[in-house]
């Protein structure tokens, strides 16, 4: 089966840092990625990982065990337009196919 | 803005009609997905296809069917609707069907709206 858990809100001041965690469960695992999707908007791609380690893309940085099943997203210098939901997603191989399978989301409050 | 194009952008229907949403995945891509998120709840996957082919199914129910054309571009049919059916539907695009790192960029979304 295919379990994708995260937090379901947050909240941090501006200028701050969060962590915000996804752990998962798939029969297959082909990477791990997280979008940032503002309300009754599109998902806009945030980062990718598929091996262990630290990704860092500017304010933004995407952690990955894969042994552990679990990966975090890191904002730094936090912006009130980061306020958002974020989505943690995984690339899930079976069956010949591949799906990518989102979790419930992490809703961001910024506050001033 | 990421290439992928959705129409109708808001739609609102009758319980018990048929409605057809339609995508334009980004130029050259080859794979297509369809998502539905309801209201404050995540994305569902419901179908993907690759180059005119279906390739994976995940939650969709028998009174949906979707299918890609020769151009790529991408329909998802909705018939015999019912109130619960109201959510917002992404249609999104990728290059390929399964290379590691391949990004899936995600179209506006269509409004379906059942009253």
């Not at chain 1, 297959?28 to 630290?54: I, K, M, R």
């Not at chain 2, 057809?20 to 209201?39: H, N």
């Amino acid at each position: 089966g295919q379990n994708i858990d995260q937090p379901t809100e947050m909240t941090a001041t501006e200028g701050a840092i969060v962590q915000i965690n996804c752990t998962y469960q798939t029969s297959g695992f082909n990477g791990l990625f997280w979008y940032q999707q503002h309300a009754g908007e599109a998902p806009t791609f945030l980062s990718y990982n598929v091996l262990d380690g630290l990704e860092e893309k500017g304010r933004f940085s995407s952690f990955l065990s894969r042994s552990k099943g679990y990966s975090y997203l890191l904002l730094k210098e936090l912006q009130m337009k980061d306020s958002a939901s974020y989505l943690c997603a995984v690339r899930d191989v079976g069956d010949s196919s591949y799906k990518l399978i989102f979790g419930s989301g992490t809703r961001l409050l910024v506050r001033p | 803005d990421s290439g992928v194009t959705q129409t109708p952008k808001h739609l609102i229907t009758a319980t018990g009609q048929r409605v057809t949403l339609r995508c334009s995945p980004r130029s050259g891509d080859l794979s297509v997905y369809w998502y539905q998120q309801s209201l404050d709840q995540g994305l569902q996957f419901l179908i993907q296809y690759y180059n005119g082919e279906e390739r994976a199914k995940g939650n969709i129910l028998e009174r949906f069917s979707a299918q890609q054309f020769p151009d790529l571009h991408s329909e998802l049919n909705l018939s015999s609707l019912e109130l619960g059916d109201s959510a917002l539907y992404f249609c999104a695009s990728s290059v390929s069907r399964d290379k590691t790192g391949n990004t899936i960029y995600f179209g506006e979304g269509s409004w379906l709206t059942v009253v």
